[in-house]
Nanobody
Framework: QVQVVESGGGLVQPGGSLRLSCAAS????????MGWYRQAPGKQRELVAK???????NYADSVKGRFTISRDNAKNTVYLQMNTLKAEDTAVYYC??????????????WGQGTQVTVSS
């Protein structure tokens, strides 16, 4: 069994910063890609940022230069540092982890989501 748990969301003023964390635990052999997605009301879920085990990254154009994704492989944790936040960043942020389990299966696992609200 695998768990993916996010933390760090909240309410912040425009121009402010937040740091999201996501930890995977359980019957894990290896973690490959880790990523952050978001879904705003009435919109589809979209990729925000992704990082490979070797720390190659890619970002949505809308967050380039403002958000930074990083990971700690020893802790099975991925982070999203969000700076210069805008109202349009308001969404539920979901962590996604692609991993190999102890029974040999490859799975995509999602966290429960954490709300980020940017408002004055």
């Amino acid at each position: 069994q695998v768990q993916v748990v996010e933390s760090g969301g909240g309410l912040v003023q425009p121009g402010g910063s937040l740091r999201l964390s996501c930890a995977a635990s359980g019957s894990i052999v290896n973690i490959y890609d880790m990523g952050w997605y978001r879904q705003a009301p009435g919109k589809q879920r979209e990729l925000v940022a992704k990082i490979t085990r070797g720390s190659s990254t890619n970002y949505a154009d809308s967050v380039k230069g403002r958000f930074t994704i990083s990971r700690d492989n020893a802790k099975n944790t991925v982070y999203l540092q969000m700076n210069t936040l805008k109202a349009e960043d308001t969404a539920v942020y979901y962590c996604n982890v692609y991993m190999k389990t102890t029974i040999g299966t490859l799975i995509d696992s999602w966290g429960q989501g954490t709300q980020v609200t940017v408002s004055s």
